[in-house]
């Protein structure tokens, strides 16, 4: 299947209506494509937020975490799971109907802490500066049009002290692991979608937008660019995934 990628102009229309397409069946394919490891990767990521907060959780203050690009809801729901009562998750993202599956998975039961879902663009966040104890975008920056203008906004609303993280993929190395992850990335991936979803455009964009998203060592100086301190950037499944954290 021949592709071409969006231009920077088109990009924010075709994110927008290629995750409207395929939200009914994002997390079953979500499963599928990584094996169920995101739940892994995500648990690590969660618990690297909460365990260094502005406060590192010891102040009696409610805490508040935002999950940017949150989708589904898949990582609000393991934030909100961890936290009390009096404290509150928000997340964001701008497809309607990705928000909508989220709202759905609240409907029925309870998460700890309170969750609101709130429709809007990652690059111009509603949200007043300082707000948040941390905030948390994951397998989403790679989807924004100014990934700078994310990650700064991120750290805007976040209060001082508070992490800043990423968790998105990375550039697997090695002879063997390398090429074995091009392949399934390029191939199968799109073949799964097409099976699940009906939508190989959708899968097949999914590897192509790596080729214009940051090398990890990049994505490390971006942090640094909007200001984050204490970087560190941890590797995960071999280099194909890549968790980075910085502190506001
Ligand atoms: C690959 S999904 C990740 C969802 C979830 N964070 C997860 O890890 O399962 C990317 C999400 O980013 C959202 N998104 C992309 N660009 C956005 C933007 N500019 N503002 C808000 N949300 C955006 C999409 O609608 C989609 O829900």
């Known amino acids: 299947m021949s592709f071409t990628l969006p231009t920077n102009e088109e990009k924010y229309q075709y994110v927008h209506s290629q995750f409207e397409r395929i939200a009914r069946g994002y997390d079953l394919t979500n499963d599928a494509i ?3 490891m995101h739940r892994l990767w995500k648990a690590k990521a969660v618990k690297i937020l909460l365990n260094s907060g502005a406060d590192q959780g010891n102040s009696q ?3 508040h975490f935002l999950d940017v690009c949150c989708g589904t809801g898949d990582l609000a729901l393991r934030i909100a799971s961890s936290l009390d009562k009096s404290d509150k998750v928000t997340g964001l993202d701008f497809s309607n109907q990705m928000l909508e599956v989220a ?4 409907a029925t039961a309870s998460f700890g802490a309170s969750l609101d879902w709130i429709e809007g663009d990652a ?6 500066d300082d707000s948040f104890d941390g905030a948390i975008i994951s397998f989403g920056l790679r989807n924004l049009t100014n990934i700078n203008l994310g990650l700064a906004e991120m750290r805007r609303v ?3 002290g508070g992490l800043v993280i990423n968790l ?3 550039r697997p190395r090695g002879p063997v692991f390398a090429p074995l992850f091009s392949f399934f990335f390029n191939s199968v991936v799109p073949f799964i979608g097409s099976i699940l979803q009906q939508d190989r455009k959708a899968y097949t964009y999914l590897p192509q937008s790596m080729s214009t998203y940051p090398e990890p060592e990049q994505i490390t100086e971006r942090f640094e660019l909007v200001g984050l301190t204490d970087i560190r950037h941890l590797p995960l499944a071999g280099g194909s995934v890549a968790l ?3 502190r506001v």
Not at 103 to 106: L, M, S
Request: glycine residues 12%; without cysteine; proline residues 12%.
């Open 34 to 36: 990584s094996f169920g």
């Open 61 to 63: 203050e409610p805490r």
């Open 103 to 106: 709202r759905a998975r609240t």
């Open 123 to 128: 690059q111009n966040l509603p949200f007043e």
């Open 158 to 160: 976040v209060k001082p």
């Open 168 to 170: 998105d993929l990375g």
């Open 244 to 246: 980075h954290h910085g």
